[in-house]
């Protein structure tokens, strides 16, 4: 099996420093453009499927590749990014200045803290272990790509990998667009 992993498109909330979470918030011009780079270079890859998350920059995302690629796009809970609940839609400023003991404990410790009305990591590795296990043994033989938020991309690499280590970027086909993972 090989896996790609891709971070979501760039969203004007990236651009301000906010906790999205797994609110809907579309691509900007700017992640529009970078996914369709992205996605050109893929043209020599059979990809096979896409998993993305239920969010609208993840399946843009995907949408873009999938035209491309002419795979077929999947989108999955699993992989949406962490509920952050009550805190999404705050810049980390604003959240360490309303409630600065907990964001202190969230960034000393984040397995400890679960934001109100969100999720805890315990969770996100609930959901995400799930679908890697689906992902492995119904795509044994073939090129998927996942597009996947920065944390959920490290969780899936490692329940993919069967490691407790990060073997996203370290395997021969890293670059700063994609991770890719040949298990």
Do not use: F
Request: aromatic letters at 2%; one cysteine or more.
């Amino acid at each position: 099996m090989k896996v790609l992993l891709v971070s979501p498109g760039q969203t004007d909330w990236a651009d301000q420093h906010r906790l999205k979470g797994n609110l809907d918030i579309p691509l900007n011009a700017d992640g529009v453009e970078s996914i369709q780079k992205l996605a050109a270079k893929l043209l020599a890859t059979t990809v096979t499927a896409i998993y993305c998350p239920t969010t609208l920059d993840g399946k843009q995302t995907a949408h873009i590749i999938g035209r491309i690629t002419k795979a077929k796009v999947h989108a999955r809970k699993a992989l949406n990014d962490v509920d952050e609940g009550l805190w999404q839609g705050l810049t980390r400023e604003e959240l360490k200045r309303r409630h600065p003991q907990v964001y202190a404990r969230w960034m000393n410790s984040p397995d400890s803290v679960r934001p109100p009305r969100g999720e805890d990591l315990t969770m996100v590795m609930g959901r995400v272990r799930t679908l890697a296990a689906e992902l492995k043994r119904k795509r044994a033989e073939q090129t998927v790509l996942c597009v996947v938020p920065s944390l959920i991309r490290k969780v899936l690499a490692r329940e993919l990998a069967g490691t407790q280590s990060d073997p996203a970027g370290h395997d021969d086909g890293h670059d700063d667009d994609m991770d890719v993972l040949n298990l």
